[in-house]
């Protein structure tokens, strides 16, 4: 029997941290949540750093 | 019967002259595409000194940015098999294109060689390109020269695509797009982790930063592009013409106050600019309180200044009863809120230093009761 085929870890991780992303600007962006540059550069930063680490760490597992 | 001695005959001479020394790039000692590695080798120096040049050379008028795109372009890497029909027309084709654009560069930019000129960003965008396709498919850019000509196109056209994408997003969200920006991102997201089973949609990453990004920015800013783009320059004559805010996307918004005799008492007056640059022009006989926020840049009220990112200014003053005093609050997403006196309204910012010999003052206000601001010089 074959194990089941793993998923796409860059996929999985860069969808994740985007969803995440995704749902705080949708927050910004509707004025529930006020977010200055100081706070929001770092989460911007955080999500594109998790995406080239996820890229970096599978880079060649595919 | 005589016999001959069994002697052993002398090793026929060696057909094959050694090989004729080649410059290659190097397939073992690169970090790019081996060209600084295959330099090394050819001249028999460390390659690391051969890359501390390259990039002297690339810092010093872009020539090292030239001269390695084009040997990513024309030199074959070592081990390569030797070009057949196919390579051979791909490597005239990128010859042709590489001397197309060096003189496209050196005709239409006017410049020399030395000064990198127009062929410093031509080539600029070729190496970017080469370094997001490697990035982008983890492929270093080996092969013939058409199949590198054709990964620098490529990670050329992403460039392009995603700076598209990212200019569209920042007007989009600028003008009160941010939600459907911000859903498309979380609909990117949510198909990436459902892909993710499915063998994946990498490709789905880059778009999805390239719009999410300066909608984080715009949003963060809080740059507004509602009210126009352009510039918007309005002189009341009297009082009653006076609004009691001015808006404009993005742009220059200059409002001349100079032509109103404003009486004793307060007025304000509320500028917003979603990205540009504000400019109130007053009377020199009119003290100017003022408070701003700036997503990111600057505040100059006369003499003093402040600047930086998510900026809060604010500079109170108090008028003698007898003058009248003007308070300005000012909403800047990306840009600059100027307050001054002189008239030479066709100053941008960024100008500023032109006329920094213009002592300006608020001298009409009696005093300062407080005031702040990021980065704020009082002066």
Same mark, same amino acid.
């Given at each position: 029997?074959?194990?089941p085929?793993?998923?796409?870890?860059?996929?999985?991780?860069?969808? !994740?941290?985007?969803?995440? !992303?995704?749902t705080?600007?949708?927050?910004?962006?509707?004025?529930?949540?006020?977010?200055?540059?100081?706070?929001?550069?770092?989460?911007?930063?955080?999500?594109?750093?998790?995406? !080239?680490?996820?890229s970096?760490?599978?880079?060649?597992a595919? | 019967?005589?016999?001959t001695?069994d002697?052993?005959?002398?090793?026929?001479?060696?057909?094959?002259?050694?090989p004729a020394?080649?410059?290659e790039?190097?397939?073992?000692?690169?970090?790019i595409?081996?060209?600084?590695?295959?330099?090394?080798?050819?001249?028999?120096?460390?390659?690391t000194?051969?890359?501390?040049?390259?990039?002297?050379?690339?810092? /010093?008028?872009? #020539?090292?940015?030239?001269?390695?795109?084009?040997?990513?372009?024309?030199?074959?890497?070592d081990?390569?098999?030797p070009?057949?029909?196919?390579?051979?027309?791909?490597? %005239?084709?990128?010859?042709?294109?590489?001397?197309?654009? #060096?003189?496209?560069?050196v005709?239409?930019g006017?410049?020399g060689?030395g000064?990198?000129?127009?062929?410093?960003?031509?080539?600029?965008l070729?190496?970017?390109?080469?370094?997001?396709?490697?990035?982008?498919?983890g492929e270093?850019?080996?092969?013939?020269a058409?199949?590198?000509?054709?990964?620098?196109?490529?990670?050329?056209?992403?460039?392009?695509?995603?700076f598209?994408?990212?200019v569209?997003?920042?007007?989009?969200?600028?003008?009160g797009?941010?939600?459907?920006?911000?859903?498309?991102?979380i609909?990117?997201?949510?198909? /990436?982790?459902?892909? %993710?089973?499915?063998?994946?949609?990498?490709?789905?990453?880059?778009?999805?930063?390239?719009?999410?990004?300066?909608? %984080?920015?715009? #949003?963060? %800013?809080?740059?507004?592009?509602?009210?126009?783009?352009?510039?918007?320059?309005?002189?009341?004559?009297?009082?009653?013409?006076?609004?009691?805010?001015?808006?404009?996307?993005?742009?220059?918004?200059?409002?001349?106050?100079?032509?109103?005799?404003?009486?004793?008492?307060?007025?304000?007056?509320? /500028?917003?600019?979603g990205?540009?640059?504000?400019?109130v022009?007053?009377?020199?006989?009119?003290?100017?309180?003022?408070?701003? #926020?700036?997503?990111?840049?600057?505040v100059?009220?006369?003499?003093?200044?402040g600047?930086g990112?998510?900026?809060?200014?604010?500079?109170?003053?108090?008028?003698p009863?007898?003058?009248?005093?003007?308070?300005?609050?000012?909403?800047?997403? /990306?840009?600059?809120?100027?307050?001054?006196?002189?008239?030479?309204?066709?100053?941008?910012?960024?100008r500023r230093?032109d006329?920094?010999?213009?002592?300006?003052?608020?001298?009409?206000?009696a005093t300062?009761?407080?005031?702040?601001?990021?980065?704020?010089?009082?002066?």
């Amino acid at each position: 029997m074959r194990p089941p085929a793993s998923p796409d870890r860059l996929s999985l991780i860069a969808g !994740l941290v985007l969803v995440v !992303l995704g749902t705080v600007l949708l927050l910004c962006s509707r004025g529930t949540l006020q977010m200055s540059i100081g706070a929001m550069a770092p989460i911007a930063f955080a999500a594109v750093g998790a995406i !080239l680490l996820a890229s970096g760490l599978t880079r060649g597992a595919r | 019967m005589n016999e001959t001695p069994d002697t052993p005959l002398p090793p026929p001479p060696d057909a094959t002259p050694p090989p004729a020394k080649r410059f290659e790039r190097s397939s073992s000692d690169r970090v790019i595409g081996g060209v600084c590695g295959g330099l090394g080798r050819y001249f028999r120096i460390v390659a690391t000194l051969v890359r501390i040049g390259m990039v002297a050379l690339a810092l /010093l008028g872009g #020539t090292g940015l030239i001269v390695y795109a084009a040997a990513l372009v024309l030199v074959p890497a070592d081990g390569e098999v030797p070009a057949g029909p196919t390579e051979s027309r791909d490597r %005239a084709l990128a010859i042709g294109i590489a001397i197309s654009l #060096t003189i496209a560069g050196v005709v239409f930019g006017g410049f020399g060689l030395g000064a990198g000129g127009a062929l410093f960003p031509i080539a600029g965008l070729c190496v970017a390109g080469l370094a997001v396709w490697w990035l982008v498919s983890g492929e270093r850019p080996a092969g013939g020269a058409g199949t590198i000509a054709r990964r620098a196109a490529l990670g050329v056209a992403l460039i392009v695509g995603c700076f598209a994408l990212a200019v569209g997003s920042f007007f989009a969200s600028g003008l009160g797009g941010g939600v459907v920006i911000a859903s498309l991102v979380i609909a990117a997201g949510a198909t /990436l982790v459902v892909s %993710a089973f499915a063998g994946g949609a990498r490709w789905l990453v880059l778009p999805a930063l390239a719009i999410a990004l300066p909608l %984080a920015f715009v #949003t963060a %800013a809080g740059i507004d592009l509602d009210g126009g783009f352009g510039e918007k320059r309005v002189r009341p004559g009297s009082v009653a013409e006076i609004r009691e805010s001015y808006r404009l996307g993005m742009g220059e918004l200059v409002v001349d106050l100079r032509d109103v005799k404003l009486p004793a008492g307060d007025r304000r007056v509320k /500028l917003g600019v979603g990205t540009g640059h504000a400019l109130v022009l007053v009377d020199e006989g009119v003290c100017v309180a003022s408070t701003a #926020t700036v997503g990111v840049g600057g505040v100059f009220v006369f003499e003093r200044e402040g600047g930086g990112v998510d900026v809060d200014w604010s500079d109170e003053r108090r008028a003698p009863k007898s003058t009248p005093r003007l308070i300005v609050e000012g909403d800047i997403g /990306l840009g600059v809120l100027e307050v001054r006196h002189d008239g030479e309204v066709d100053h941008g910012p960024g100008r500023r230093s032109d006329r920094e010999h213009v002592a300006e003052s608020n001298d009409a206000c009696a005093t300062r009761t407080a005031s702040r601001g990021s980065g704020a010089s009082a002066g």
